[in-house]
């Protein structure tokens, strides 16, 4: 450390001396820090698990379910529920029995939320089918499902809340956004319910939904539904008492028939059996081709600000290159003139990862707006990685230090004649050796990014023939993944661009050469790149790398959305569109009247099949019913609705 604590003395002072170019730098360092804190905080924000948790059951500590078995063999707590494994106690009847007496004492509870649809009429006999939750918002435990914006929440059984979407399509606001006197819903052949208040979803922004207590005269409407979400009508959030563990209890419960989901399934799930394993990520063919193109891209961003960052630092060596040859001639050794180059690009590079840090959060957390509409989504709590930032101002850091090497390198070498007098001569053989040197590296490029073409040749012309057959087989071909070849064309890649920033300067020497026929303004533009080919090079090459890459990545999505278009296989015939059992689980009544309704909407349309089908799902077989709706092609010339 002692050698190197006068380098950074000199380097701090050469940063305040130098400010503008200094800031140049460290912007340059930073921005890829920036992007990778600002994706990572948003990544942990939106990703985090409490979050997750509190989506789920709110602030309980646990959801509770209530079945109709007098014990449960073997239950595994999971997310939504859980699972059994094995045979199951006798049945019961779930009113017999006495959630009280069964969990600690101190325990409170509520029903947890669940989500129907709700057809609502509108003036000339118009419907709208928007979401009907059932939850007591009165109780904490259900905090998640809505949040009040104006108004009062329900007292009575004929009051209800809606989603300010729903409020402003059923025109319930006023100019100013205020809940109008006298605002109502009727629910289609049921009962019409005061409106007191105007809510948001916090993970639904643009949700349009009616929010009723259990019990109230508007839920009739939805008996026989199944619910969208919410494990039953038997089942329940939970807050437990201080000092009262759910992992303790749910044991115990499960021997009695009650089902109990601990909320650390939710944060902590690696902690169960049987979630663990289902979480880890498959290592794939997909993932390892993401994993390259990452990779790739990563690379190319590195390079791109070490080569502009270069340029600078270039720029700021020869100006300083009096400095440094009065402390060679003091008696520094060429060892230490790299080291004071060498610690300018660490101080800049830790510099240039501070403000990449702050700058980056600094966005997400003003963008907070923005994100949650884009996620549809509130924001409740900032979830920042340590490990991810820290790891990405390293690498900030040591990009610094990269884009410091040559600079260094070049500043030991000058004698310090040449250094006092600010001459920067060139031998003959560097100026032989430098294009030969690049030359050799651009052919091996070339030639290595044959070789992996012309090895991966096969597996990509036996993929296009099966994208080919895909309406004949159906199905999805996977994209071929060969390592190897990859591995050539990526060392291809490397050396390709090594080799163009090293022949960089002396192409541009070459050019300005050229430019004698040129107009003035011309000839001074390729003479100034010429006599300062040292900063022009690397920029220059920088503006390459991204060229390339923005090719490459271009050509990567273009080829993907070609075989997706090409594996894309029609689910219905033109001029046909469906509804199923999935909008209106249960409801074959309502499932009726919505075809009917769409078919009258629709010019020319008509019922053209009404079947039943079965749908597979992990635990059970449900009958749902599919009605498909035809339309006239000699209807549709205005651009009416097809699908």
């Not at 006798?90 to 969990?103: F, I, M, N, T, W």
């Not at 533009?525 to 920088?542: E, I, V």
Request: aromatic share 6%; charged share 15%.
């Amino acid at each position: 450390m002692s050698r190197w604590r006068p380098a950074l003395r000199i380097a701090r002072r050469t940063v305040r001396r130098s400010i503008g170019r200094s800031l140049l730098i460290a912007v340059l360092v930073g921005l890829p820090v920036a992007g990778a804190t600002f994706v990572d905080v948003l990544i942990r924000t939106f990703s985090d698990n409490e979050r997750s948790a509190y989506q789920e059951i709110g602030s309980a500590d646990a959801q509770v379910t209530i079945t109709g078995q007098s014990s449960l063999d073997g239950f595994v707590p999971m997310p939504y529920g859980g699972e059994t494994a094995g045979a199951a106690g006798p049945s019961r009847s779930v009113k017999d029995v006495d959630l009280a007496a069964e969990l600690p004492a101190g325990s409170t509870w509520t029903k947890t939320p669940r989500h129907y649809q709700v057809r609502l009429s509108l003036s000339e006999g118009r419907i709208i089918r928007p979401q009907l939750v059932v939850a007591d918002l009165a109780s904490p435990l259900t905090a998640q499902e809505a949040r009040l914006t104006q108004g009062r929440l329900p007292n009575v059984p004929d009051e209800v809340v809606v989603t300010e979407p729903l409020a402003n399509r059923l025109g319930l606001l006023d100019s100013s956004g205020r809940l109008v006197d006298g605002a109502a819903v009727t629910v289609a052949d049921g009962p019409t319910a005061a409106v007191t208040g105007t809510v948001i979803a916090p993970f639904c922004l643009d949700c349009e939904e009616v929010i009723a207590a259990p019990g109230t005269p508007v839920t009739s409407s939805i008996r026989g539904q199944h619910a969208f979400s919410g494990l039953s009508e038997h089942s329940y959030l939970v807050d437990l008492p201080a000092g009262v563990a759910a992992d303790a209890i749910w044991p115990a419960l499960a021997a009695k028939g009650i089902a109990l989901v601990p909320r650390d399934v939710y944060v902590h799930p690696d902690k169960y059996t049987g979630i663990s394993n289902s979480r880890l990520p498959a290592i794939t063919a997909a993932s390892v081709r993401a994993g390259a193109f990452a990779l790739l891209v990563t690379g190319l961003g590195l390079l791109e600000v070490v080569l502009l960052a270069g340029t600078a630092f270039a720029v700021g060596a020869r100006r300083q290159v009096h400095d440094l040859g009065v402390i060679s001639a003091s008696g520094a050794t060429s060892r230490q003139i790299r080291r004071i180059v060498l610690a300018q690009g660490l101080v800049l590079g830790i510099l240039g990862s501070a403000i990449g840090i702050v700058f980056g959060a600094a966005v997400a957390w003003g963008g907070r707006v923005f994100w949650e509409r884009l996620d549809n989504a509130v924001v409740y709590h900032w979830k920042f990685g340590p490990w991810e930032i820290l790891v990405a101002a390293i690498v900030g850091a040591v990009s610094g230090v990269l884009a410091a090497v040559v600079p260094a390198v070049g500043a030991g070498r000058m004698p310090v004649v040449d250094a006092l007098s600010g001459r920067f001569r060139v031998s003959v053989s560097s100026k032989r050796r430098t294009p030969i040197v690049a030359g050799l590296l651009v052919a091996g490029g070339v030639m290595s990014g044959l070789v992996g073409d012309r090895m991966m040749a096969g597996d990509f012309a036996r993929y296009v023939r099966q994208l080919a057959r895909v309406s004949e087989t159906t199905g999805y071909p996977s994209p071929p993944s060969p390592t190897v070849p990859v591995a050539f064309v990526l060392l291809g890649a490397v050396l390709v661009v090594i080799g163009v920033v090293i022949m960089a300067p002396v192409l541009i020497t070459a050019i300005g050469r050229m430019a004698a026929r040129l107009p003035l303004s011309g000839r001074l533009a390729f003479r100034d790149a010429s006599r300062h080919r040292h900063r022009t090079g690397p920029a220059t090459s920088a503006i390459a790398v991204a060229v390339a890459g923005s090719v490459v990545f271009a050509f990567v999505l273009a080829g993907r959305a070609k075989a997706d278009q090409l594996s894309y296989i029609a689910y219905l015939p033109p001029h046909v569109m469906s509804v199923t059992g999935a909008d209106y689980p249960g409801d074959e009544k309502q499932l009726t009247l919505a075809s009917d309704e769409a078919a009258a909407l629709l010019p020319g349309a008509k019922v053209a099949a009404n079947e039943h089908v079965t749908v597979g799902t992990s635990s059970k077989r449900r009958d749902t019913q599919e009605v498909y709706v035809e339309q006239s092609r000699r209807q549709c010339r205005n651009g009416c609705m097809t699908p």
